[in-house]
DNA sequence: AATTTGACCCGTC
DNA sequence: AGACGGGCCAAAT
């Protein structure tokens, strides 16, 4: 038997996702053994089937959904990301907070 | 077969 | 924040 395909590897990785936080496209393909695939994880995602799939989970490296504003799928998403305590926007998610450098901590405001 | 397109990402300005 | 260029890969035209 042949291994994975990256299409279930891909999937995999959507549903690992936990419920109430979001990733990016380039990190569920990094996840998924594929780093720079980004854009195909969006074909697969076009593609899936499962309706138990948390696609919308998965959003922009930007934190922003990935679909025009109006759009249909636009609004399904942010009203599941909503539904799930995500806090959403303008179509854009508040994404954690990333941590702050050391330097920034040593050498930041105040430090001087 | 070449070009365009698509639920994209990263570094740089 | 937004704009630009390069990268990535498979389907559609």
Known sequence: MTAK???QRILAAIRAIPRG???GYGE????AGLPGRARLVARVLGNHDEPDLPWYRVLRSDGRIAFPEGSRGFREQSQRLRAEGVRVENGRVRRVKPAPDLDEALWGPGAG
Do not use: D, I, L
Not at 28 to 31: D, G, W
């Open 5 to 7: 395909s990256s299409e």
């Open 28 to 31: 569920v393909a990094q996840r």
């Open 21 to 23: 936080q979001v990733a």
